[in-house]
């Protein structure tokens, strides 16, 4: 703990003087963690004086900043919490004359005295000898004022900012505030992964003020979310799923506790990868560490220091995190509760000593069943009946529109969870079946009815918000000057074969690509399974029986890979393999590794054993991987392809023209020579396995409302004549008819519609999402 | 739709359920037999014009023609024939049943009376009658199904030679090859009747040359100098060069071949009944070229299992070095595509 004056990262004194004013200012922010409150728990730092020497940053502002700390807390006025304190002082940052705010950006900011100059941070020649107290502020140096390190001028380590106004300054005040307070943070956490973590955005934030840009915490984290459905939608399709036959009272307390479980998540504290690497597998840890550290990022540290984005745990995280944190939150909650029982009024313990453990309970169960449908992206909840009633003249309405609608697989995601995930549709609804067979069994009859609108394409549709997809195609619907009975009629129509006695029933053979394979699939002939290698788990002999099937299949396919090759990948841990099973054999696959933290997958292997090919599932499987992609919320797919290969995936949307920077790939995927790197992004919106069937039954009804039309008109208009007169363009609107047939326009103007059905529809929308945020 | 019924046409119960001679001492005494019903319950299936799809337009400009009625009118003779099968076999039942009845009753009585057999001879003939009016049937039901085979074909072939030249999706070329073996026609020989040359695995005779528009495997010389049996239909014959021009059936490599009458080999034009005909089969362990499962390219393979009814197919083993025992696993193969294997081309 001697002091350095030597650190080498810039600073110097300023930082020092900081860092002890925040100190003094009140508890130091690591005070309170000793009170051990999940809900509230600040910045971490359990105790002083970490091993400094190997941080970046110099000793002698520890010592300080730990002495002043102690200091503070022997005045342990600890009332104010972090976070309020942490905004007093950039309050009165930002209350500083414009002189002294230079001062202190010049601390952070790179020296522009002359080209050469390496320095980054000016340096107070005369740092004052008693920490100050904020609240008496020191006189600003003047901007003559030379630097103790490159003894150029105040002046000109802040020219940049000479022109910036005011604003920019206190936006970048709050960041040099945010930066001393992970200082401390930094120096105060003995646990190695929070310590680095911290280390890389205090680095972060100070490369933002040196460069004057907006801070962000970069992608090799992923983007939130990081999963979807989201832990916030998991619980919410949770309470509706379990409890929307209770009465509006018991609903309500359900809600309650739901609201305070995700209050609990989005303020608890996790636990340290390394207290936990004891008691799991190597696999699992690693999971949890990047998880461990995205939440620090996004979630945890912005709580404190808000220059950072701030995102929700629950609404970032989903189902594999939950799972990984359930178990401790739960027992830390209850543990809780239960020390504080007798301080609270009877009713808030009869609340949570005996309504909350239940709650969790049946909460666990889900979060950690393979089939839960609360999971599925595309739930829908069955409204309570008193919430229903609000919505029922809308829901019956709508409920006949929905029959083209996208199927959603259950595919439960995650790292090390599994070796072997079954895709195949049938046999999730079986799955579904039974589980909602099981419930009925405990006298659940209500519920059933949810399940199976969850399971099938044609559910009812209640209506949910917080369903993207859902709901904009809903919109959509909406804002077309069609009328939903009429569409509804349409589709009526075209699925009636006594109506259809055209051409598309006598050519019914005339299929997409994949529809075979689909129908193989449905009536169970083949299966689709995505399995892989565990060193720490036990893999199946199933499994291991079909990636040695799979081993032969691609080593056969692809005759000019070294069949050592395909092996090690094949069985390497890290890869997996979409599998296409029939009669329990492999008879084709794609060999895959996912980097989740780079957002993309590689394709390494794809093949279909050559008696089995041209027969649509090459197609069919790559849809099926791309289901499984868009619900690990992984959206880009990449793959050198050889000569041959080309053509397939071209077919399956894939281009030469690759999306992704190619920082984020280069060094992670494996590269061929004479093979061409081809990309594919995903859209969440889509479910590719569904994909041609639902663009065919758009396109169906697309040509029925042409011909309805068409037989409405009734108008024959002779054909124009001004392009074999030498006329180049004429203005759409002056073709004779158009606008009699509807056309209506560029869309400058909106879409017309009776003023009081508009407003009928805000009305609605306004009453909906009222009660719904009433009661999540 | 030919599929089904084909099938059960050629019902392989058939001999199973055929009355009992007196002389096999009846294990089984059970007088009355069952035998498949050979009507569905469902309405008449449509039918496409084509085994394979083209784009609608084509399909839909094809489906005006007269001969896509013609086909529509087939199907119809086709379930009325089908109908009226089963009628007479309904029929033919009881007359069935009694002469197991009373050939039950001699075989216990041990004793053949004069009365007995001929009452039993005039039963038998008129079984007789009766089952020849079912094979009567039974071969004007068949040939409706080659009727409308043959419609189809002849549509393919002139929407290939029409202007509009569509080029077949391969899973679609891959169904209508399947299709055509699956309906090419069966031989029905009378007794004894040896069955003809291209039937099965008889070979055509010396002379013989394959009309036009009919498959054959022809060997042509790819780009990179090696010999390659390719799926291939015929263009035209030439007598005095002895050359046949064939059309690769792979529509995407555009090729049209001009080859010498040893490279070219016509596909069976009937398949053989395992049942009746088993010496038109190739014998277990001989060598043949097959058609590659979902290729359009013959290859060298070894015959592992025949087919035991006229619709199965021959299971057999691809010569394949990428393979440790230097054979594929085994694979189906029907009867069309399976050839005789033929020196390959002794002087250049």
Redesign the interface.
């Known amino acids: 703990m001697a002091s350095r004056e030597s650190g080498n990262l810039s600073g110097g004194g300023g930082v020092a003087a900081t860092a002890a004013a925040i100190a003094a200012a009140g508890t130091s922010p690591h005070q309170q963690q000793q009170q051990h409150n999940p809900a509230q728990a600040p910045m971490t730092a359990a105790g002083a004086g970490g091993s400094v020497g190997s941080l970046p940053a110099g000793g002698s502002q520890a010592t300080v900043a730990a002495a002043a700390a102690g200091g503070g807390a022997a005045e342990g006025a600890g009332r104010v919490s972090n976070v309020q304190r942490i905004q007093q002082k950039k309050a009165q940052v930002r209350a500083w004359p414009r002189d002294k705010k230079l001062e202190k950006l010049a601390i952070y900011s790179a020296c522009k005295g002359d080209e050469n100059c390496k320095c980054n941070g000016w340096k107070n020649p005369t740092p004052p000898t008693h920490p100050a107290r904020p609240d008496t502020p020191q006189p600003a140096a003047p901007p003559s004022q030379p630097c103790r390190s490159c003894s150029h001028m105040l002046s000109k380590h802040v020219s940049h900012l000479e022109s910036a106004s005011d604003d920019d300054l206190d936006r970048l005040l709050s960041i040099v505030v945010d930066v001393e307070n992970l200082f401390i943070c930094v120096h105060r956490e003995e646990d190695p992964d929070t310590k680095q973590v911290y280390s890389y955005l205090f680095r972060r934030l100070r490369k933002c003020i040196l460069q004057v840009t907006p801070p962000t915490v970069e992608v090799p984290l992923g983007t939130p979310p990081f999963e979807r459905p989201s832990i916030f939608k998991g619980v919410t399709n949770f309470v509706f799923h379990k409890f929307n036959r209770l009465q509006q009272k018991d609903f309500q307390m359900m809600s309650d506790l739901a609201k305070m479980f995700l209050h609990c998540l989005n303020h608890w504290r996790l636990e340290t990868p390394s207290a936990r690497r004891a008691h799991t597998t190597p696999e699992e840890s690693s999971a949890y560490k990047v998880n461990y550290t995205r939440w620090l990022c996004f979630s945890y540290v912005p709580q404190l220091c808000d220059s950072l984005p701030h995102h929700e745990t629950t609404a970032i995280f989903g189902r594999t995190f939950l799972r990984a944190v359930f178990h401790t939150l739960r027992k830390q909650l209850l543990d809780k509760f239960r020390a504080e029982k007798d301080k609270m009024p009877p009713e808030k313990k009869l609340l949570l000593l005996n309504h909350f453990p239940r709650f969790l309970s049946m909460l666990e169960e889900e979060v950690y069943s393979n089939s839960s449908p609360i999971w599925d992206a595309d739930y829908r909840p069955q409204l309570p009946p008193h919430l229903h009633a609000q919505a029922t003249e809308r829901a019956s309405g709508g409920s006949g529109v929905t029959r083209g609608e996208f199927e959603r697989l259950t595919v439960p995601p995650g790292e090390g969870q599994y070796t072997t995930v079954n895709l195949t549709p049938a046999a999730t609804r079986r799955a579904r079946l039974e589980e909602s067979r099981g419930e009925k069994r405990e006298g659940d009859d209500v519920c059933e009815n949810s399940n199976n609108s969850s399971s099938s394409s044609s559910s009812s549709s209640t209506t949910t918000t917080s369903n993207n997809s859902n709901s904009s195609k809903r919109m959509k619907l909406e804002s077309e000057d069609l009328g939903e009975d009429m569409v509804a009629e349409v589709v009526a129509t075209i699925t009636d074969p006594r109506k259809m006695v055209g051409?598309e029933?006598?050519?019914?053979?005339?299929?997409a690509?994949d529809e075979?394979a689909k129908l193989e699939e449905r009536k169970g002939n083949i299966e689709f399974h995505v399995i892989g290698n565990s060193l720490t788990q036990k893999v199946s002999k199933q499994t291991m029986l079909w990636l040695i099937g799979l081993q032969n299949v691609f080593?056969?396919q692809l005759?000019r890979m070294p069949k050592d090759y395909i092996t090690r990948l094949v069985f390497d841990p890290k890869h997996r393999t979409l599998a296409l099973i029939k009669d329990n054999r492999p008879i084709g696959g794609i060999c895959f590794r996912m980097f989740a933290t780079q957002g993309f997958t590689e394709i390494v292997f794809c093949a279909v054993t050559?008696?089995?090919?041209?027969?649509?599932y090459g197609t069919h499987m790559m849809n099926h991987l791309k289901d499984y992609h868009v619900k690990n919320n992984v959206l880009h797919f990449l793959t050198f392809a050889d000569e041959f290969a080309i053509g397939y995936f071209k077919k399956q949307g894939f281009s030469k023209d690759i999306q992704l920077a190619r920082s984020v790939y280069q060094g992670y995927i494996k590269d061929y020579e004479g093979a061409t790197l081809m990309g594919c992004e995903l859209n969440p919106n889509i479910v590719y396995t569904e994909f041609t069937a639902v663009i065919r039954r758009q396109k169906e009804i697309i040509k029925k409302l042409i011909e309805r039309k068409q037989s409405e008109i009734r108008k024959v208009h002779p054909g124009l004549t001004c392009f074999r007169d030498g006329v180049r363009e004429i203005p759409v609107e002056s073709i004779p008819g158009i606008r009699e047939a509807g056309w209506k326009g560029p869309p400058a103007s909106k879409p017309v519609r009776s003023p009081s059905q508009e407003h009928q529809e805000a009305e609605y929308l306004t009453s909906m999402l009222k009660t719904l945020l009433c009661n999540i | 739709m030919g599929k089904g019924k084909d099938k059960n046409l050629g019902s392989p119960k058939r001999s199973v359920d055929s009355p009992k001679s007196p002389k096999m001492r009846g294990r089984d005494s059970s007088p009355s037999f069952r035998r498949e019903q050979l009507l569905r319950s469902e309405p008449l299936p449509p039918i496409n014009v084509t085994p394979y799809p083209l784009s609608t337009s084509t399909e839909m400009a094809m489906a005006m023609s007269s001969e896509a009625q013609a086909l529509q009118e087939r199907v119809k003779v086709l379930s009325d024939i089908v109908r009226e099968l089963q009628k007479s076999r309904d029929d033919n039942i009881p007359h069935m049943n009694n002469i197991n009845v009373l050939s039950d009753k001699i075989v216990n009585e041990e004793k053949l009376t004069a009365s007995s057999r001929n009452k039993l001879k005039m039963m038998y003939e008129r079984c007789i009658t009766d089952t020849e009016k079912e094979v009567q049937l039974m071969k004007k039901a068949l040939h409706t199904v080659y009727q409308i085979r043959n419609i189809r074909h002849d549509l393919r072939i002139q929407a290939k030679n029409s202007g509009n030249k569509e080029t077949i999706r391969r899973g679609a070329l891959m169904k209508m090859l399947l299709n055509c073996a699956q309906t090419l026609p069966l031989w029905i020989g009378n007794f004894g009747e040896k069955p003809p040359p291209l039937c099965g695995a008889v070979a055509p005779e010396q002379n013989y040359v394959a009309k036009v528009n009919d498959m054959v495997a022809c060997l042509v010389r790819g780009s990179e100098g090696e010999d390659n049996w390719i799926l291939a239909e015929v263009v035209s014959y030439n007598p005095a060069t002895n050359k046949y021009e064939v059309d690769d059936i792979d529509e995407e490599q555009k090729e049209r071949h001009t080859l010498s009458r040893r490279r070219v080999y016509p596909l069976p034009l009937m398949r053989a009944n395992p049942e009746v005909n088993p010496e038109a089969l190739y014998p277990k362990g001989s060598i043949v070229m097959a058609l590659y499962p979902q290729t359009t390219c013959f290859y060298k393979a070894v015959i592992n299992r025949l087919p035991t009814l006229a619709t199965e197919e021959y299971e057999v083993l691809f010569e394949d070095p990428t393979y440790a025992d230097g054979y594929s696993p085994p694979l189906m193969v029907a009867q069309r595509y399976v050839i005789q294997i033929k020196d390959v081309s002794k002087k250049k």
């Open positions: 051409p029933v006598l050519f019914s053979e005339n299929a690509r075979a080593s056969h005759p050559s008696n089995e090919q041209v027969k649509g």
